[in-house]
Nanobody, 116 residues
Framework: QVQLVESGGGLVQTGGSLRLSCAAS????????IGWFRQAPGKEREFVGS????????HYGDSMKGRFTVSRDNAKNTVYLQMNSLKSEDTAVYFC?????????WGQGTQVTVSS
C-alpha cells in the first residue's frame, strides 16, 4: 500500500504560481512513477504530467507544456508540481497517482482556484 497526500493548493490570481506537493508513505516510493491529474467541476479527469521512478522521463499534457514542471525527491518521498503562468482554466482539484505495474494509488486531491 502507498498513501498519498497532496498539499499546496489554494487561491491565486491569473498569472501567478503555485507549487503542489505529493507526499507518499508506505511501500518503497522510489519504485513508483507518479502522475498528476486534475478535475474541474463537470469535466472528466485530465492528465497534467508525469515523472518516471528515477526522474529521467517526464511527460506533460499539451496545455501544460512550458508552464508546469514535475519533479521528485525520492529521499523525501515527495513529488512536486510547479505551476507558473496560471490561467482561470487551470482551476480544478489536483490529484497525484502512484503506479507500478498493476498497482495504482490515488491521493485525496487539493483544490487550486485561479481568479481573474
Amino acid at each position: 500500500q502507498v498513501q498519498l497526500v497532496e498539499s499546496g493548493g489554494g487561491l491565486v490570481q491569473t498569472g501567478g504560481s503555485l507549487r503542489l506537493s505529493c507526499a507518499a508513505s508506505g511501500r518503497t516510493f522510489s519504485r513508483y512513477a507518479i502522475g498528476w491529474f486534475r478535475q474541474a467541476p463537470g469535466k472528466e479527469r485530465e492528465f497534467v504530467g508525469s515523472i518516471s521512478w528515477n526522474g529521467g522521463y517526464l511527460h506533460y499534457g499539451d496545455s501544460m507544456k512550458g508552464r508546469f514542471t514535475v519533479s521528485r525527491d525520492n529521499a523525501k518521498n515527495t513529488v512536486y508540481l510547479q505551476m507558473n503562468s496560471l490561467k482561470s482554466e487551470d482551476t480544478a482539484v489536483y490529484f497525484c497517482n502512484a503506479h507500478h505495474g498493476l498497482e495504482g494509488y490515488w491521493g485525496q486531491g487539493t483544490q487550486v482556484t485561479v481568479s481573474s
